[in-house]
């Protein structure tokens, strides 16, 4: 696997270029010059709500969903979200040449296989936003590419036609069988490993998603690369609040950060079930108690 | 004595002029090319914001708090976003002293950047320590004791909470210091009487004060009806606090106009600065604006400069504690006290950049 370097994230003045819905999602398009030149799938940016003169200080963070580094507007990225806060309704009512502080790109961006190998891609809700560009990337690799989408509802699902597009085979689920298997990703998962000798997973989604996955990943002796979506206050690594217990290299686990150390870990390093807590044995961590 | 003129248009951080002006300043022997820093713990030990703007042009960073050992800081959720504010339950995530001075402060010493090293503890003891590490350490612009993090192991003993505490942490960390470098302590607004707690710590040594550290504050959330923070309780920072802040630098310099204090608590813009200056800030340091603006120091840095002339500053030192002078005796070295009038009218014209004055 190679990990693209990091590279410096920059900060610039953005401009809305439309706002869509897609679903119960918007999705929204924004001149990023400097910053869509520099993606990598996987990659995320963190944007400023409310104007100047905002009472929300916290930067948003939203993985991205398609850049375009040439084209009549220079670069542009697009963001996938929903409403779900007084920042992202902000976002909502965004106009056309309406402009944004943008900071990106950030984080570590997806490892990419060497080899052309077996790849299933899975996905819950929006957190499949990310996963079009890197099948792009893995293709362009070689790689076969199989896509397990999944949500709640059908109309909480993202990126159906993009998958269509892009993947051998893709597999729907819903909560509530709307469309598709009715049951969870990680339900079908397995068989979709299987069918298709699956080497690599690469997973985005909601945390207990990810947990499953890789545990599934390392049943069947595949690696697997976890997007987390961890709540962040700045995304470029000063704040500390998006931390969670990642198993280092030499076998000590250590708080990381979501937004520097990720936000893609190896599944199999993530503490999942631990995620939320400080877990005993942790580097720092307090000898009993909290600190 | 020239009175600059207050001109309308673009706000300060449009404009591509920094006026020439004396931005440099002295803290307790310490001299820096300008007053704006970092707040502790909101800039990391510098290397992330060198993305975003030149991390040696700025006064100096002053690091996340350091404790001796690493330290896994508390469970998450450990922030929460309040109006025009935010809570932290960090608690004090490091990865102790060695590997700081070792790693970090090397990384800031080969770039050139000016380092306010932040200490924290749990005890006398463990100040005493970290201090006598570091005392040896080449390239420490000066020490910033945090007595006043909240969010430590038993919330009840935050030593910037009762003046002797304060005063034995503060006595232990100067006496074990390099004599040559200034020792800084970072106080709680959490108290009934501050002018009390900085006297006391003056007297145990310090040679300047950091104000203010967060506030303890709490949110509920009304969805799981349970606290947001694992940590339960955090500490409120954010412009919310900055009106609580000038009032404690304001009490103090008037009690003690000769400490130097080091103002910060909730400082967005170059016009917030001044207010701290005025107060009687020699330094001021910007926190959690820089999550909201990565770059928001060096441009704090422009506005401050851009606000001084317009009030017809020549140099930063003149402004501070400004705001203390008797308005109708003319001040030397600084704009003439009418001026303040016109000061209110460009805040004015801010809100109303179109209107002709």
Known sequence: MTVQGKSGAIQVTGEVLGLRRAGEYHVLTLTAPGIAELTRPGHFVALAVGGPESSMLLRRAFSIYSVQSRGVYGGTLEIVFATHGKGTEFLSRLHRHDTIDIVGPLGRPFALPKEPVSCVLVAGGYGSAPMFSLADALRARGCRVDV?????????????????????????????????????????????????????????????????????????????????????????????????????????????RSCVDGPVFRGDRVRWDDVGTIPEGTLGAPVSGGH | MT??????????????????????????????????????????????????????????????????????????????????????????????????????????????????????????DEYTRIASKLRHVSDIAAIEVNISCPNVENR????????????????????????????????????????????????????????????????????????????????????????????CVYQVHAAMPDVPIVGMGGIRTGIDALEFVLAGASAVSVGTVIFNDPGAPARITRELAVALAERGFDSFTDAVGFAHRDPSVPASGGPVA??????????????DAGVEG
């Open chain 2, 338 to 351: 009418t001026h303040a009038g016109d000061a209110v009218a460009d805040r004015d014209d801010e809100l």
């Open chain 1, 148 to 256: 397990v989408l999944g949500a709640s509802t059908e109309s909480k699902l993202f990126g159906v036609l993009d998958a269509k597009r892009i993947a051998a085979s893709l597999t729907i689920t819903t909560d509530d069988g709307t469309i598709g298997e009715k049951g969870r990703v990680t339900d079908v998962l397995p068989a979709v490993m299987d069918r298709v000798e699956a080497e690599v997973i690469y997973a985005c989604g909601p945390m207990p998603m990810l947990r499953n996955v890789a545990k599934i990943a390392v049943e069947r002796g595949a690696y697997s690369q976890c997007a987390v979506e961890e709540a962040m206050a700045c995304g470029i690594g000063v704040c500390m609040s998006c931390v969670l217990p990642v198993i280092g290299d030499d076998g000590v686990t250590r708080m990381l």
């Open chain 2, 156 to 247: 009840g003993l935050v030593f910037a909470c009762d003046a002797g505490a304060a005063a034995d942490v503060v006595h232990a960390v100067r006496r074990n210091t390099n004599p040559g470098i200034p020792v800084l302590a970072k106080l709680s607004p959490d108290v009934t009487d501050i002018v009390t707690i900085a006297k006391s710590v003056v007297d145990a040594g310090a040679d300047g004060l950091s104000m203010i550290n967060t506030l303890l504050g709490m949110v509920i959330d009304p969805d799981t009806m349970r606290p947001s923070l694992a940590g339960v309780t955090g500490g409120l920072s954010g412009p919310a606090i900055r009106p609580v802040a000038v009032r």
């Open chain 2, 3 to 124: 009175r600059a003129v207050i001109t309308h248009g673009p706000r300060p951080d449009e404009r591509d002029i920094v006026p020439d002006i004396d931005m440099s300043t002295w803290l307790a022997g310490l001299e820096l090319p300008s007053p704006v820093m970092t707040a502790s713990g909101c800039a990391g030990y510098g290397r992330e914001l060198d993305q975003f703007f030149d991390i040696a042009s700025i006064g100096a960073v002053v690091t996340k708090s350091i404790m001796l050992n690493p330290r896994s800081g508390r469970p998450t959720p450990r922030m929460a976003e309040t109006p025009s504010g935010m809570l932290n339950s960090i608690g004090l995530q490091g990865p102790g002293v060695d590997t700081f001075v070792e790693r970090d402060l090397e990384w800031l010493r080969q770039r050139g950047a000016r380092a306010v090293v932040s200490i924290a503890g749990g005890s006398v």
